[in-house]
């Protein structure tokens, strides 16, 4: 299935350039604006520098906590339209192994552009006191579903 191969391809690939702090990488995988959200925040990041600077606060909080993997985990793939793909995922971040945090839900919707996969919108079901992301708060996690079945919504629209 072209969905799920796109899919586990991007979050492969932009797990990976977390881990390797490459943003170049993954700047090939996002479509600018890109809208990025959690649990109580929005963004539209419009311009190469505003990626830039949030993929490095999330890398630096990834690292922060000690984690050298992530594990993410298909839950559910959507077509949205003739050429997006939705999918719900889990993401694990982990050391050594162990898990620095617990697991919690994300979504992005993937646009086939120029070739390949773009990233156009995702929904990171982390709670945070600043927005970009500077710390994952999952421990106060819920009841995730609503704001998953909400952005799964305003996506297909």
């Known amino acids: 299935m072209v969905g799920r191969t796109a899919i586990r391809e991007w979050l492969d690939a932009t797990g990976a350039f977390t881990f390797s702090r490459d943003f170049d990488g993954f ?6 604006p890109f809208e990025v959200s959690t649990i109580n925040g929005h963004s539209v990041i419009a311009t190469e520098a505003a990626l ?3 993929f490095g606060e999330w890398i630096e909080m990834v690292h922060g906590l ?3 993997e992530g594990l993410r985990e298909i839950d559910a793939i959507d077509p949205v339209g003739p050429n997006r793909i939705l999918c719900r995922y889990t993401t694990e971040l982990r050391r050594a192994g162990v898990a620095v945090c617990p697991p919690y839900p994300g979504s992005v919707v993937l646009a086939a552009q120029n070739g390949g996969w773009r990233a156009t919108a995702i929904w990171v079901g982390v709670e945070n006191r ?3 992301l500077t710390e994952p708060r ?20």
């Open 27 to 32: 700047r090939q995988r996002v479509a600018l």
């Open 130 to 132: 600043s927005f970009p």
């Open 138 to 157: 999952t421990d106060r996690i819920s009841d995730s579903g609503e704001a998953i079945a909400r952005f799964t919504r305003e996506k297909k629209t």
């Open 52 to 54: 830039a600077r949030t």
């Open 66 to 68: 000690g984690a050298d």
